[in-house]
């Protein structure tokens, strides 16, 4: 364990915040979730918000893989003290974002109909006609959602992390207010179901955004940055930020892409596991939460080091990581455990005992692979990008994803007619060993890669 104070406060000073933010998002799912599985029979609009949101999810993926590709080069820089080329990142970054938002909004408002039966068993008349209002009101949050958390991720590698405390309570706020009131029709309102959530999570969106803008450029001083700075584009950095920082994004991309296909899965055997897995899903979120938030410090942390050629400290750094993320990955997985049942038992749809009984055996089987998870995490997502090692998570993760998890949970769930719970363990076999290939990766110094001109 590594004895810098330096590390504990700047790994600690990110962290914290990111961690406060996961919370709050997840408390804002959470209630969307929960409102939502008390319309009608529950099953039904909690099925399809679900499906649409393993869409949504993909979506995320991309905007937060192509943000955290930056990382790799600011956090470098930013050990430098270059900000002339952090600006350049920015701008490069925001562009990417806001094309590849406008690509799924289009997508989402030409198709819904289509897109969605990808996702849903067709048999499942009421499910597809709720997923698809949902859906074709949802995606115009895409946008506002790139403009917003392509900034904040980018200026988390500055350590500029105040702003995401304001924006997960503005969004808890406006998020939960607007479901009760649209949702269930109060204050005068009609109530909307599914429609209103959908409509809420717009304004909330919305509301991120404008925050997020208003306080990058008009009050926060640690990066001088102007609006047009984002359309300062430069050759070169195109060309690092497609050799070190895409990777990243690709990474991101397909292993969600993974997810989209399971989930498209898990749509073709019914309303009850769709609802199952929703549940269960939120509660991987709340087990992974502080784990994510403290591997995006542990990329900072490491990616300034490697920016000033310090690879003694690096060294130093990593194996200090990698402890304190499987300590919390124990503590994370007795305590997804230990609130199974009461967490199961908030929704409306668990009031179904089959979707009960499968929300709580599946969360059983999430605890267990929630220490790989949080171990692997941290390699992959904090010490590895950080260190200008993206590429080989890239390849770590296409070739679990690809060649083992979604190969064998096809063949579980459509060849060997597999019970649920085993179906939905195939879906996270990758986490009972991607651990072993993080450890050994780290062991030499091949993954402490310098990308900074």
């Given at each position: ?97 806001a094309g590849t938002a406008a690509l799924f909004t289009a997508a989402a408002l030409l198709f819904p ?149 399971k989930a498209a899965i898990i749509g073709q055997m019914g309303a009850v596991f769709m609802a199952a ?68 038992a908030l929704y409306g749809s668990a009031s179904d005992p089959q979707v009960y009984a499968l929300s ?94």
């Amino acid at each position: 364990m590594t004895r810098d104070k330096e590390f504990y406060r700047t790994i600690f000073r990110i962290a914290l915040p990111s961690a406060f933010q996961a919370l709050v998002s997840f408390l804002v799912v959470i209630a969307d979730n929960i409102m939502v599985s008390f319309i009608g029979d529950g099953v039904s609009a909690q099925a399809a918000v679900s499906q649409v949101n393993s869409i949504t999810a993909f979506y995320t993926a991309a905007i937060l893989g192509l943000t955290g590709g930056s990382a790799v080069l600011i956090s470098q820089y930013w050990g430098k003290g270059d900000t002339a080329s952090i600006r350049r990142v920015f701008a490069i970054v925001m562009t990417v974002c806001a094309g590849t938002a406008a690509l799924f909004t289009a997508a989402a408002l030409l198709f819904p109909q289509a897109i969605v039966e990808i996702m849903v068993k067709s048999s499942e008349a009421a499910v597809v006609s709720d997923a698809v209002l949902y859906f074709s009101i949802v995606c115009l949050s895409y946008l506002p959602y790139a403009l917003s958390y392509s900034l904040v991720g980018m200026l988390r590698s500055v350590e500029v992390v105040k702003i995401t405390l304001i924006i997960t309570v503005a969004a808890l706020a406006t998020n939960i207010g607007l479901n009760y009131v649209l949702i269930f029709g109060k204050l005068g309102f009609p109530a909307m179901g599914v429609a209103g959530a959908a409509i809420a999570t717009v304004a909330a969106r919305v509301v991120e955004m404008l925050i997020v803008w208003f306080y990058t450029f008009r009050v926060q001083k640690k990066l001088p940055i102007r609006p047009a700075d984002l359309f300062h584009h430069d050759r070169q950095m195109w060309r690092d930020y497609a050799k070190y920082g895409l990777p990243v994004a690709v990474t991101d991309i397909q292993w969600s892409l993974v997810g989209i296909l399971k989930a498209a899965i898990i749509g073709q055997m019914g309303a009850v596991f769709m609802a199952a897995n929703s549940i269960s899903n939120s509660m991987a979120d709340l087990g992974t939460l502080f784990t994510f938030a403290l591997a995006g410090g542990a990329c900072v942390v490491v990616g300034k080091a490697v920016g000033k050629g310090d690879y003694a400290r690096v060294r130093e750094y990593s194996k200090t990581i990698q402890i304190l993320f499987a300590l919390i990955g124990v503590v994370m997985a007795a305590v997804v455990f230990l609130l199974r049942k009461p967490f199961v038992a908030l929704y409306g749809s668990a009031s179904d005992p089959q979707v009960y009984a499968l929300s709580v055996a599946m969360i059983s089987i999430l605890s267990v692979t929630l220490v790989g998870t949080s171990y692997h995490a941290s390699c992959f997502v904090g010490i590895n990008r950080g260190a200008g090692d993206s590429r080989f998570v890239a390849m770590v993760d296409m070739i679990c994803g690809w060649l083992v998890v979604l190969p064998l949970t096809a063949l579980a769930a459509f060849v060997w007619h597999a019970p649920l719970p085993i179906v939905f363990l195939c879906t996270r076999i990758d986490q009972c060993f991607k651990w072993i290939i993080a450890f050994f990766r780290l062991r030499g110094s091949k993954w402490i890669k310098n990308v900074t001109r």
